[in-house]
């Protein structure tokens, strides 16, 4: 027997008008109490996929499964999901406690069967004492978390976060995003977050599906994403990398420049092989000055960042690269850099079953059981 | 990127460094914009104490309360006008109800369906404001001569001339993009179309709502260049009455059945510009 | 949606299209029931209803541009100061609003009759009745003034709040006096408002009926022309042309001037 993933997308696509889609053939699916970001650059077609989800769009080919179920032509009130929108879209006419029972009223819910829901929610998202507050009278996160109370309170088989972090004061974003994973992980409820930036997908995410231009480049841990990256695009975006050809010299190496080799994580397969380079992963060589064993790298660009130096400049014969330094540089002047030791980067789009594992993702799903 | 929050410090900060320096450095356009605020208001509000001295007044010609206080004006106005005030009354809130009934459902088209003839349904219901009243009632009267026995024109004249006012106030409550967000949440929490309306929608446009039913309703009852030429004896309405009552009978008379009629007109004015009604009136 | 459309859209045709279209034909026919344009011509070929479509016009326009002139300020004013009563000032100025034109009428003979209040504080004063204008030109004037005010000042303040601090507090600092910020940056900013201001004030200067009814002493306008026409010697066919006549050069000076601001908006 297997247990149906909570949310399976099967070859969506939507398009307002013929010759613009918006979302093109998305396989996805989400397993009972996942947590899945959608992460991509605006306009790559995230919030579409939740708008799809919650009914409040239909897809224009493809199927949408719930718990095994297709649900593709429900409309939104008859699906049982939780949409929390970036704005958090509160009743603001209702104070905290009415904006909680709303959906359980809606769905006629007995009293005492409200009353209890919406105090266990109110507890569940540390709010019991905003309960009589008006709306208007909350913060940012009190609002945030008001919104995803109301979405939890009909039991949605799946939440929908879009952006839940956007609207906040960004000194107080990382907190709130601990407070907000916590949250998720103890209600155990199936999760599908959007957002743009990609520290944030980190932190939250059991799965990543990494969106570009209405695709999904790449879906998997975000461990895999980074070590693996299918492309330059999920290497870039996803993992703040600069992606640079290098040579194979061996199976476990690779020559990006001259003078500078470094060890992959994987086996390199062909002659010439992509390599995504992240600001940790070179070091300029204080003790000796140039020589034929070190790469040669020209200072464009410097900033302060309290530990260091983020350095950007040209590494010959290889392309811009991004490293840290804990000394101040000079503008122009060359200094010689290598590969940090025991460091091994990732090879880029290599791997045919890091293709694979995107697109294969529901049958993955029910072989998980 | 959304960056909502700095800007609501951000802005708090700006408004009280521009109240300072405005305190430090007067501005000649600043000091003429007061002067001619000062001097508009006078002038729309002087004649209102004025009207009620007048009405009061036992003989006006002969200057202030020349002949001693009064309320006599007051009680005559009242017992000539009391028949049409009522008329009037009844006139206004069956517009009201036409209004509504054919308004909200139009107003909810423009505000939020995409048509091809959107444009031209808006030019339709706004034709009225560009054509004079006088053309309207006599069209009505040309169309429909036997009607207007009945006093059906007067109540077309008025509907017609009501509605885009009805239909400017509420379409921009019903398309707020936060308010379309909030159906469509309540939407996937089960609501169903009625529920959504009624939980959702009308309390979210309430304050549109009721500023636009005041203010169909005070243009009714102060409505003229329409109901002039529509009127008939048996459905003669207030400011009909005030205008005959200004060609023929007494100033004191006449200011007092104008105070009896501002009574009704003036309070419901400020409630729409307390309802936010300094939108309204760019229909 | 259709069903939506349904309501607005019968009672627009039996109460509004139809009407209008009736009104029309009634226009170009003549007193043996033929096809003529003879209503019209009388716009031109009659002194007096020429004069009656020159009256409108330069008491519209005058009356148009002192509201103008007057509530610019005012708005920038009521928009920009910190003044506690601006609110206050604000709800004064759109209480005209709901006024009808006979009643704003009443208040000019108030004002200015013979026994208005200035007049007798004259008389108080200098044994003399002066500024008793109320039945001429000028009262008429006053009059057109006072129902204009609040309408120029709701759109003129609508443009004033969408004014950018920045921009004015960067030219501040760019070096220009509170004038040439004026004349430079405010005035061709709120320009598309002002012609939205001018077409609302126009239109309802031609359209007005009530306040020249109460205040005309032989300052004919059109309305009152077409009025007599129709309730005094019963020539509906004339009534009829002078009307969409009327129509005609109000629709005109809306579009003419709304697609003048659209175009300062660019």
């Not at chain 2, 446009?205 to 009721?210: C, E, F, Q, W």
């Not at chain 3, 226009?27 to 716009?43: D, H, M, P, R």
């Amino acid at each position: 027997m297997t247990v149906a993933a909570s949310l399976a997308f099967e070859h969506i696509s939507f398009a307002y008008d013929a010759t613009h889609p918006v979302v093109h053939d998305i396989c996805l699916s989400v397993q009972p109490g996942e947590i899945v970001v959608l992460v991509g650059p605006s306009g790559c077609g995230k919030s579409t996929l939740l708008r799809l989800t919650a009914g409040l769009l239909f897809p224009t080919a493809g199927r949408l499964l719930m718990d095994g179920a297709d649900t593709s032509a429900l409309p939104p009130d008859r699906r049982q999901v939780g949409w929390v929108p970036q704005s958090y879209a509160l009743f603001d006419h209702l104070n905290v406690r009415d904006n909680i029972a709303f959906g359980l009223r809606m769905h006629r819910a007995p009293k005492q069967e409200i009353a209890r829901r919406v105090r266990d929610m109110l507890e569940l998202c540390r709010i019991a004492e905003l309960a009589e507050r008006r709306v208007s009278q909350l913060s940012g996160g009190q609002r945030q978390r008001v919104a995803i109370a109301r979405a939890l309170a009909v039991s949605p088989r799946v939440l929908l976060l879009d952006e839940p972090l956007a609207a906040l004061d960004p000194q107080l974003r990382t907190a709130i995003r601990a407070d907000l994973q916590a949250l998720l992980r103890t209600s155990g409820v199936t999760t599908l977050f959007v957002t743009h930036d990609q520290a944030e997908a980190m932190a939250v995410a059991d799965r990543v599906a990494v969106l570009r231009a209405g695709r999904v480049e790449q879906f998997d841990t975000p461990q895999t994403l980074w070590r693996s990256p299918a492309n330059a695009f999920v290497a870039e975006f996803f993992g703040g990398a600069t992606v640079l050809p290098a040579q194979r010299v061996s199976e476990r190496c690779v020559r990006l420049a001259p003078g500078v080799d470094a060890h992959t994580t994987s086996a390199v397969a062909s002659a010439m092989c992509s390599i995504a380079v992240r600001p940790g992963d070179l070091e300029i060589i204080v003790q000796d000055g140039l020589t034929e064993s070190t790469g040669q790298f020209v200072v464009s660009a410097s900033e302060f960042t309290g530990d260091g130096f983020k350095v950007t400049g040209e590494l010959r014969g290889a392309g811009i690269v991004t490293l840290v330094h804990d000394q101040p540089v000079v503008l122009g002047q060359t200094y010689p850099v290598r590969v940090k030791t025991g460091r091994l980067l990732s090879i880029v789009g290599q791997d045919a079953h890091v293709l694979q594992s995107d697109t294969s993702n529901h049958t993955r799903g029910r072989r998980s059981s | 990127m959304t960056t909502l929050p700095d800007s609501a410090y951000g802005s708090q900060a700006n408004v009280s460094a521009r109240r300072e320096q405005r305190r430090q450095a007067p501005n000649p356009i600043m000091a003429i914009g007061r002067g001619f605020t000062w001097f508009a208001v006078l002038l729309c509000l002087a004649p209102m104490p004025l009207l009620l001295v007048v009405a009061t007044t036992a003989n006006w010609p002969l200057g202030f309360w020349a002949g001693g206080f009064t309320l006599g004006w007051l009680r005559e106005g009242w017992a000539t006008v009391h028949p049409y005030a009522l008329f009037s009354l009844r006139l206004a809130l069956t517009v009201l109800a036409i209004d509504l009934a054919v308004g909200l459902p139009a107003a909810w088209l423009i505000a939020r369906h995409a048509f091809p003839g959107r444009q031209a349904l808006l030019a339709l219901i706004n034709v009225p404001l560009a054509v004079p009243g006088i053309a309207i009632a006599l069209a009505l009267i040309l169309a429909y001569p036997l009607a207007r026995a009945s006093g059906l024109l007067l109540i077309a004249g008025q509907v017609v001339y009501t509605l885009p006012f009805l239909v400017a106030t509420l379409a921009p409550a019903l398309a707020q993009p936060a308010l379309i967000e909030r159906e469509a949440v309540a939407r996937t929490l089960g609501a169903s179309a009625m529920q959504r309306l009624l939980y959702i929608t009308l309390p979210a446009i309430r304050s549109a709502l009721l500023a636009a039913l005041i203010l169909v309703f005070t243009l009714s009852m102060g409505e003229f260049n329409v109901s002039f030429f529509l009127f008939t004896p048996l459905n003669k309405t207030l400011p009909i009455e005030l205008y005959s009552a200004y060609i023929t009978n007494r100033v004191e008379v006449a200011a007092a059945i104008t105070l009896i009629f501002l009574a009704f007109v003036v309070p419901a004015a400020i409630a729409i510009e307390r309802l936010g009604g300094s939108k309204i009136g760019q229909a | 949606m259709s069903s939506l459309a349904m309501p607005v859209l019968i009672l627009l045709s039996l109460a509004l299209i139809a009407p209008l279209v009736i009104l029309l034909r009634q226009s170009l026919t003549g007193e043996g029931g033929q096809l003529t344009l003879a209503n019209y011509a009388a716009l031109v070929t009659s002194p007096a209803y020429r004069r009656a479509l020159l009256n409108s016009v330069l008491i519209a326009v005058s009356s148009t541009a002192l509201a103008l002139a007057l509530c610019l300020p005012v708005a920038i004013y009521i928009e920009r100061s910190v003044s506690r009563y601006r609110n206050a000032l604000a709800v004064a100025l759109t209480i005209p609003l709901s006024l009808p034109g006979i009643v704003i009428g009443f208040f000019v003979i108030l004002l200015f009759g013979l026994t208005g209040i200035v007049p007798q504080i004259f008389l108080l004063i200098t044994g003399e009745r002066q500024f008793n204008f109320a039945y001429t030109f000028w009262g008429m004037l006053l009059g057109y003034l006072y129902f204009q005010i609040p309408r120029a000042v709701l759109v003129l303040r609508g443009a004033v709040s969408a004014l950018s601090q920045d921009v004015i507090d960067v030219s501040r600092t760019l070096g220009a006096t509170p004038w040439r910020v004026y004349l430079d940056v405010i005035l061709p900013a709120l320009s598309p408002a002002l012609l939205n201001a001018a077409s609302v004030s126009l239109a309802t200067a031609f359209g007005a009926f009530g306040t020249a009814a109460t205040l005309s002493r032989g300052f004919r306008v059109l309305p009152l022309e077409i009025a007599s026409l129709f309730t005094e010697s019963f020539q509906v066919e004339r009534a009829a042309g002078l009307s969409i006549a009327l129509t005609c050069l109000t629709v005109a000076v809306l579009f003419g001037l709304g697609r003048a601001g659209e175009r300062a908006q660019r």
